[in-house]
């Protein structure tokens, strides 16, 4: 059963995660090989929260585990080697301080850009040390529904033979994403660097993320980039999942809540991910055949 997730109640603790997280994921940006669409830089879902998976460190190499039931930090070596620490009381600066020391510790040398990216908090890491909340049950109950909605989403994952991602976290927007390729280049016009890279080409993707102070609860969503004529007319399951706009462009949304308070949740989740795919790849003119498992 999918735990409640209540914005209000835990968007204080939400965010010192947040922080926490985008130290970790600058680590992994920094040290992995480079990756298409910024692949090298996410997070992946672990059985006890949120890890960088193996990250390559000269011959040997390096994991970061964010475990969100002991709510431990652990960094461990090829050679067995580790070091832990726990996240709970801590400011933003004693957690950069802890994790870089620990890394020092086991002789792994990363330097990261030390602030916040696209993220309300504008202080340098080092120099964050006012007071965060940090709400153990609320971040066991965010790993708990990740957990789960990892698993519908590798359940869509299966469904197809073309380019897509892992089901990912990106740290930089605190969501969890797949995204699909139809493999037809489609480059970005202007924005930045990094919105280049990862709309190099068409894609249809779907995600979850936990809510924000815009839209204060949490919710899935699906997209398509180029957005095809008409994506907004495409016909939504379950029945309370809707259109709305975002950036000038259609957003389909289901709201958490809804799901999770339906008789079949995982159902309602993945008919949405279905919905969003099957409309936006046929309006986009996307070979589904050749892309169907």
Known sequence: ????????????????????????????????????????????????????GRIPYGTSGFEILYDMLDHTVTISRNDGENASFSAPG???????????????????????????????????????????????????????????ISSVFETYRSGFVGKQTPVQLYWHSFDLVVTRFSGRAHPLE????????????????????PGDDSFPEAAFYGYAYPEPQGMNQINLQPADAFWAEKNGGALAILKYEDARTGADPAAAILSFLNSVYDGAAVKADWPVKDLAH
């Not at 920094?30 to 910024?38: D, E, F, G, I, V």
């Not at 964050?128 to 708990?144: G, H, I, L, M, Q």
């Not at 660097?193 to 249809?204: K, N």
Request: hydrophobic letters at 40%; one cysteine or more; charged letters at 20%.
């Open 190 to 209: 202007g924005g930045t660097q990094s919105d280049r890279e990862a709309y190099s080409h068409e894609v249809i993707s779907i995600g979850f993320w």
């Open 90 to 148: 801590l400011t933003v600066a004693e957690f950069y301080e802890a994790l870089f020391s620990r890394l020092e510790q086991l002789g792994i040398s990363v330097k990261i850009v030390a602030v916040p990216y696209d993220n309300k908090s504008k202080v340098p890491f080092p120099e964050d040390t006012a007071p965060r909340t940090y709400d153990r049950k609320a971040v066991s109950d965010f790993w708990r529904a990740l957990c789960s």
């Open 1 to 52: 059963m999918l735990p409640a997730l209540p914005y209000q109640d835990w968007s204080e603790t939400k965010d010192t995660l947040h922080l926490f997280l985008q130290m970790i994921g600058k680590i992994r940006l920094k040290a992995h090989p480079k990756l298409n669409h910024w692949w090298h830089v996410t997070l992946y879902p672990h059985v006890r929260g949120l890890t960088t």
